[in-house]
């Protein structure tokens, strides 16, 4: 079973607009964690923004915000004011494991691609 | 900043060739791990490591194996190439503590 979703294969979006990228995740983990990256064309993985499961309030990065809602397992990625320089591939993944010592697995989703239309 | 090297950006290599790929990190991060990225697929995890000589199957470990004999570095492993293994390869390290993982630049590697 898929532990990330992301049913979002592609999104469009005016410039200057919001968007959310929707994120689902499975895990039976008390201890986890929720991070999106950007993949723009050139391939770098560029971290935005984490998102911890005992945090109490919802991750906020300047332009970026996850509307974490524990209960739904659900972490979108909402993107506000879109610049074309947005328009890229946006994954969403998750951390699960103790994290004082021992494994810890690192899963991504398949990925949202963005295209910010001017 | 936090550096992960992988040594190669693209890399040819025939069926049946044993194949190394690495990957480097400066900043004794514990964590470390292999992953492939292909279209539509996003990235699969293929082993991990959260430490020296040691290592955990990911979710598509089949036809690979890893190596860490120092934290510092982790190698995936191609036994014998296929050309079902063309893809890019992309390693990240991460210390436990920390919030972001740190990926390498990629290896893009085709079998022929």
């Known amino acids: 079973a898929q532990k990330i979703t992301q049913t979002q294969p592609g999104m469009f979006v005016q410039e200057k607009e919001a968007v959310t990228l929707d994120c689902t995740y499975d895990?039976?983990?008390?201890?986890?964690?929720l991070f999106w990256y950007k993949q723009p064309s050139s391939g770098e993985m560029i971290f935005l923004i984490y998102?911890?499961?005992?945090?109490?309030q919802n991750a906020t990065e300047g332009r970026y915000s996850l509307n974490f809602q524990k209960a739904r397992k659900s972490a979108n990625l909402v993107i506000s004011a879109s610049q074309l320089g947005d328009s890229a591939m946006y994954f969403c993944a998750m951390r699960e494991g103790r994290v004082q010592g021992g494994s810890e697995k690192l899963v991504f989703g398949k990925g949202t691609k963005l295209t910010v239309n001017p | 900043d936090v550096k992960v090297t992988q040594s190669s950006r693209y890399l040819v290599k025939r069926t049946g060739e044993k194949v190394f790929l690495e990957c480097v990190q400066d900043m004794d991060h514990e964590n470390m791990f292999w992953y492939r990225q292909d279209p539509g697929l996003g990235l699969r995890l293929i082993y991990f490591?959260?430490?020296?000589?040691?290592?955990e199957k990911g979710d598509i470990p089949e036809g690979y194996s890893v190596s860490r004999e120092k934290k510092e570095r982790f190698s995936l492993i191609l036994e014998s190439a296929s050309t079902n293994q063309t893809s890019m390869y992309l390693c990240?390290?991460?210390?436990?503590?920390?919030?972001?993982?740190?990926f390498g630049q990629g290896t893009r590697l085709t079998v022929v």
């Open positions: 998102q911890g499961s005992y945090d109490q």
């Open positions: 990240a390290s991460r210390r436990t503590v920390n919030t972001e993982a740190f």
């Open positions: 895990t039976s983990d008390p201890s986890y964690g």
């Open positions: 490591s959260y430490d020296v000589k040691m290592k």
